[in-house]
């Protein structure tokens, strides 16, 4: 089942917590930032291994979630105690990344629930 539509966006998911995690000019200086994306990736990447305990992985995504959820809190902390100016065009940018990576997770967690009703319906004609 590594060939199905939530795969996609596990590895969509993974590789952008990743990427982001590694290069600190979408998150402020902060590490806890840097140390909880690459959780998200980490976590990703596992949820996507573990396609044969379907249950196991729409846990780990949930976890990811809140996970992304407490790392945009601490993005919105950092932006409203930075200094600087109003309207510079790099402040809050990264901000969309927890968001982006909630929503890709949230569609992998749709496809994983549509393919466990899928298999229940299966076996419901055996």
């Known amino acids: 089942m590594i060939q199905r539509v939530q795969s996609i966006y596990l590895v969509l998911a993974g590789t952008i917590g990743g990427i982001v995690g590694y290069t600190t000019d979408f998150i402020s200086d902060e590490s806890v930032d840097m140390i909880l994306l690459f959780i998200v ?12 305990n379907r249950n196991f992985q729409k846990k780990i995504n949930y976890i990811n979630i809140i996970i992304n959820v407490m ?11 930075s200094s600087g100016g109003d309207f510079s065009p790099v402040k809050g940018v990264g901000l969309f990344v927890p968001v982006l990576l909630i929503i890709l997770l949230a569609m992998a967690n749709k496809y994983i629930n549509k393919d466990e009703k899928l298999l229940k319906s299966v076996d419901r004609f055996r």
Do not use: E, Q, R
């Not at 790392?71 to 105690?81: A, E």
């Open 41 to 52: 990736g980490f976590l990703a990447f596992i949820s996507l291994f573990c396609f044969k």
């Open 71 to 81: 790392l945009t809190g601490f993005m919105v902390y950092d932006l409203l105690n």
